[in-house]
């Protein structure tokens, strides 16, 4: 069965620091894609980026950076430079090929940005 | 558009009553879904639907009915509201069953059943 593990329930920083959210998951499918949300504080799901298995190339979008390494099973987030904005929850996500649409959610990591 | 939405935003019961959740989506996907959300715990996956009367069990189904009876309109009904239920509920929405493809969530439902 798949699963994902977040093992960081919260983190605290101040404005301007970088942040690492850490992302660890477990499948037996060779095809799975993996997704990260973000939850403000007002409650919404916003999607921040996917992944498919066979795409190990990291990414970066602005202030945020994935890390997406198969031989750990991991699929880390990084913020740099943090702001206020940021502190959110962050959950993510898997999908198995075989299995559909049918997500697989860490318990979500809590960022909290300080001034 | 619109979106996914979702209604009521938030909802008290009482132990046994019964209660329906409405979600709709005016994007003409094909798949929708819903999922509770509780503390530490993430999202789970309650039921879902490839398309319009097809419907089937995700990871925590007991005590939760759905019907497809249209592509837009995807309701969650309680027979017999438990405390255990209390939570927060999304419902989404994708294009296609594959598994890459995007959800889109609705804005949440706060259920409290007393």
């Known amino acids: 069965a798949q699963k994902v593990t977040q093992a960081q329930t919260e983190i605290s920083v101040v404005e301007k620091e970088d942040v690492t959210l850490d992302c660890v998951y477990e499948?037996?499918?060779?095809?799975?894609?993996l997704f990260w949300y973000k939850q403000p504080p007002s409650g919404e799901l916003v999607f921040l980026i996917r992944?498919?298995?066979?795409?190990?190339q990291n990414e970066i979008s602005g202030r945020y950076s994935w890390n997406f390494q198969k031989s750990t099973s991991s699929f880390n987030f990084t913020i740099t430079a943090s702001q206020v904005v940021d502190s959110a929850v962050y959950f993510c996500?898997?999908?198995?090929?075989?299995?559909?649409?049918?997500?697989?959610f860490g318990g979500g990591t809590r960022v909290l940005v300080k001034p | 558009n619109a979106g996914v939405t979702q209604t009521p935003k938030f909802q008290v019961l009482k132990t046994g009553q019964s209660m329906t959740l409405q979600c709709a989506q005016d994007m003409n996907h094909e798949y929708m879904s819903w999922y509770r959300q509780d503390p530490g715990m993430g999202l789970r996956l309650i039921h879902y639907s490839v398309g319009a009367g097809i419907t089937d069990q995700g990871e925590v189904p007991n005590g939760y009915n759905v019907s497809r009876s249209t592509t837009e309109d995807f309701p969650l009904r309680l027979l017999s509201a438990a405390p255990s239920q209390t939570s927060v509920y999304f419902c989404?929405?994708?294009?296609?069953?594959?598994?890459?493809?995007?959800?889109?969530f609705g804005p949440g439902t706060r259920l409290t059943v007393t």
């Open positions: 989404a929405s994708s294009p296609g069953s594959r598994g890459r493809d995007e959800q889109y």
């Open positions: 996500a898997l999908s198995e090929g075989a299995a559909g649409n049918k997500l697989t």
């Open positions: 992944r498919n298995s066979f795409d190990e």
């Open positions: 499948t037996r499918d060779t095809t799975y894609y």
